[in-house]
C-alpha cells in the first residue's frame, strides 16, 4: 500500500472516530468527561483525548473547567447559521409567491458567503420566457443588484479592498471592472435604497434588489430578474414592501436573543 493511500485512510479513520466521539457527546446531553466518552466509543482514552485536543484547536469541541467536554462555539455557529437559514427561506417563500405574482418575473432570496452571493430560495416566474437561477449557485458580488448593496454596506475602503482583492472579473461587457465605478455605484444603490444589474451577470438579463434588514448572521437580500427589456423601476415599491414583510416576519417569529 503506498504512503498516499495510508494517510488517506488514516484520515477518513479520523474523521469517523471524531463523528462516534460527537454522537457519544450528543447521547450523553452535550457533556461528558473523556473516560465517558471512549468508554462509549470503544476507543482508548489516549487516542480519545488527542481527537479532543485537535479538534479543541478547531473550536468544535470545547472543555469546561470541570474537565467535561461540550460542543465547541464553531459546531453552535454552524447550527444557528443553519436554522437561520431555514427560518428565513419558510418566512420569505410566500411573500416571494405574492411579490412574483405582482410582477409575473422571477424573485430570488439571496445571502452574502465571503466575496459571493448564494441563491437560497426563488419564486419562478411561469412566463414561456423568464430568467431562473438555481439554488445554491453563486455569483461575485460586484456582478449582482444585491452583491453591490452588501459590499457599499462597510463603505469605499471595503469595497476598494473588495476590489483589488478580486480583479472585478468580467462575466459581460456590462460588468463594472472598475473600482471607482463600483464603488460610485454601489453607494448610489445604497443611498436610493435599491439597487440595479444592467446585464452586469448575464447578457439580457437585468435585476432590481434590495436589502433585507433584520437582525441575520449574514447580509441578505432580494431582486426580482427579468429579461432586461420587460424590468421596471416601477417594481421597487412593491419589492421594498415585500423586503419589509420578510423582515417583520422574521423578526416576530424567528430571532432569538
Known amino acids: ?102 410582477v409575473q418575473e422571477t424573485v430570488n432570496l439571496t445571502i452574502q458567503e465571503g466575496d459571493e452571493v448564494i441563491y437560497v430560495e426563488r419564486a419562478t416566474s411561469s412566463r414561456m420566457m423568464r430568467v431562473e437561477q438555481v439554488i445554491g449557485s453563486r455569483a461575485p458580488l460586484h456582478t449582482t443588484a444585491v452583491g453591490k448593496l452588501m459590499l457599499a454596506l462597510n463603505g469605499e475602503a471595503a469595497v476598494r479592498s473588495y476590489a483589488t482583492r478580486t480583479g472585478l472579473p468580467a462575466l459581460t461587457v456590462h460588468t463594472l471592472c472598475q473600482a471607482d465605478a463600483l464603488w460610485e455605484n454601489a453607494r448610489s444603490g445604497l443611498e436610493r435604497g435599491y439597487a440595479l444589474d444592467n446585464e452586469e451577470a448575464e447578457i439580457g438579463v437585468g435585476c432590481l434588489g434590495v436589502l433585507l434588514r433584520s437582525r441575520l448572521p449574514w447580509n441578505a437580500g432580494l431582486s426580482i430578474s427579468a429579461p432586461i427589456e420587460r424590468r421596471q423601476e416601477s417594481w421597487v415599491p412593491m419589492l421594498q414592501e415585500a423586503a419589509r414583510r420578510i423582515d417583520r416576519g422574521h423578526q416576530k417569529n424567528f430571532v432569538r436573543p
Not at 454522537?23 to 466509543?41: C, N, Q, V
Not at 444557528?80 to 405582482?102: N, T
Open 1 to 102: 500500500m503506498s504512503t498516499s493511500t495510508t494517510d488517506k485512510n488514516s484520515s477518513i479513520q479520523v474523521i469517523a472516530r471524531l463523528r462516534a466521539l460527537l454522537d457519544a457527546l450528543a447521547a450523553e446531553g452535550g457533556s461528558a468527561p473523556l473516560k465517558i466518552l471512549a468508554a462509549i466509543t470503544g476507543l482508548a482514552p489516549s487516542t480519545a483525548f488527542r481527537i479532543l485536543a485537535s479538534a479543541q484547536d478547531n473550536q468544535l469541541i470545547a472543555r469546561d473547567a470541570g474537565g467535561h467536554y461540550r460542543f465547541g462555539p464553531r459546531l453552535q455557529d454552524w447550527a444557528q447559521l443553519a436554522h437561520g437559514r431555514s427560518d428565513l427561506r419558510a418566512v420569505a417563500r410566500p411573500i416571494m409567491a405574492w411579490l412574483r405574482d405582482q
